[in-house]
C-alpha cells in the first residue's frame, strides 16, 4: 500500500513496456496524475513553458476506460501535432465523459529523458476507489 502524499505516481519497469501507477483522491485527479505519469517516463517538462492549450472531450465511459482514452490523447498529440503535454486539468461532464486542457510545449522545447510511447495497452490495467484514494495501474508500449 503507497502511503505518503494524498496524489502521485510512480514508473515502474515492465518487461519490454513501462507499468504506471498514480493515486488521488478523485478520480479525475487520479488520471491527471496517470498522464504526469506518462509523460515523465519520456520527458522532463519541469522547465519548459506551454506554448497553447489544447482541449479534449470523451464521451462516457466506465472509469478504466476513460483512463485510456485520456492517455492514448496524449500519445495521439505527440505522434500528430509533436506536442507534450505540461500541465492537464480534468473535470467529469454530468452525463459522466470526461472534458480538459493539456497545456502543450513543443518537442523540441522539452528534455527527453526516455523512449516515446507507442501505445496504452489494456494488460493489468487498473482503475479503483480503494479507501479514500483512487488509484490506477496501466501498461504503456514503448
Known amino acids: ?3 505518503g502524499p494524498a496524489a502521485g505516481h510512480e514508473v515502474l519497469p515492465h518487461t519490454a513496456d513501462l507499468m504506471l501507477t498514480a493515486w488521488a483522491p478523485t478520480a479525475e485527479e487520479c488520471i491527471e496524475e496517470a498522464v504526469r505519469a506518462l509523460v515523465a517516463c519520456f520527458a522532463d517538462v519541469r522547465a519548459a513553458c506551454p506554448s ?3 482541449g479534449f472531450a470523451c464521451a462516457p465511459a466506465p472509469g478504466d476506460e476513460l483512463l485510456v482514452r485520456v492517455l492514448e490523447e496524449v500519445v495521439y498529440l505527440l505522434d500528430t501535432q509533436d506536442v507534450v503535454p505540461v500541465r492537464v486539468a480534468l473535470a467529469r461532464t454530468a452525463q459522466g ?8 510545449a513543443a518537442r523540441e522545447d522539452v528534455s527527453l529523458a526516455g523512449p516515446l510511447p507507442k501505445a496504452v495497452t489494456r494488460h493489468a490495467l487498473h482503475f479503483a476507489r480503494h479507501g479514500t484514494l483512487w488509484r490506477c ?5 514503448v
Open 1 to 3: 500500500m503507497i502511503s
Open 52 to 54: 497553447r492549450p489544447v
Open 97 to 104: 465523459g470526461l472534458v480538459g486542457d493539456f497545456d502543450v
Open 137 to 141: 495501474r496501466v501498461v504503456i508500449d
